[in-house]
Structure formats: structure tokens, C-alpha cells
């Protein structure tokens, strides 16, 4: 009885160690992954459209790029909330939020939307004044 005792903690102790060891294997900080597609005012996929990103600190914005099929991969992002956007020829999404945990993959949906140029229009006369 002694003898399974014994073998039975000697068990727990190996099975504690080795869970121990993986956990201490296991990185805890790593890097996490934001995916992503950029659909236009269509609901189509918007091909080739350049995905901005920066962190909630504010740091320099950085870039990528949505594949021909408007799919957009991000990795090697530290833990945090970053702001992403995309835009591409005429159109841009609004900046949405998201959460970036280590070791983890988060998807996001852009919706590109029609920019409205800020640039005045053209002026036209459309009555002529004389001096008398």
C-alpha cells in the first residue's frame, strides 16, 4: 500500500514538473495578429488597399498592404489597443479599435466609405455686374 503511495506522488510530482516546464517554455509576452478584409461601399472586397495602423500611445503610424482580394495580415503587434484604418483610391473606412493580446489573432472588417473632397469647387460667374 506504501509502494502506490509512494508511486502515485512520485506521478504528481513528475506530471507538476512537466506542466511547469511547458508553462516556463511558453513566452509571456510574444506578439499578437490582426487580419482583416476591406470591403467598399459595395460590400465588395477593395483589392490592394493600404492598411494604416498605429498603437493607442500615438506612435509613428505604420502601414500595409490588403492583397488582390482586399485580405490584410498584421503580425508581430505588442499587446495593446491599436487604431486601423484603411484607404485606397477615393476611399477610406473610419479608424476602429482594436485589442491586440500576445499569442492571440484578431479579425477585423474595414468598411470603406466615399471620401467627399475638401478641395473648394471651381467658381462660376453666373451673372455679369457692370459699373455704370
Known sequence: ?????ITAAALLFVAGFAFAASAAATPQ????????VVLGP???PV????????????????MAHADAHGHFTISKLKGDVYAVRATSNGFSS?????AVHPGKTRTVTLHAIIE??????AFTATRTYEQN
Do not use: C, L, R
Request: proline share 7%.
Open 42 to 44: 459595395d460590400k465588395k
Open 1 to 5: 500500500m506504501k509502494s502506490k503511495f
Open 29 to 36: 509576452g510574444g506578439s499578437g495578429v490582426v487580419t482583416g
Open 116 to 121: 467627399k473632397s475638401d478641395e473648394p469647387k
Open 47 to 62: 483589392p490592394n488597399a493600404v492598411i494604416t495602423y498605429q498603437n493607442a500611445g500615438g506612435s509613428a503610424p505604420h
Open 94 to 98: 473610419t479608424w476602429e479599435n482594436v
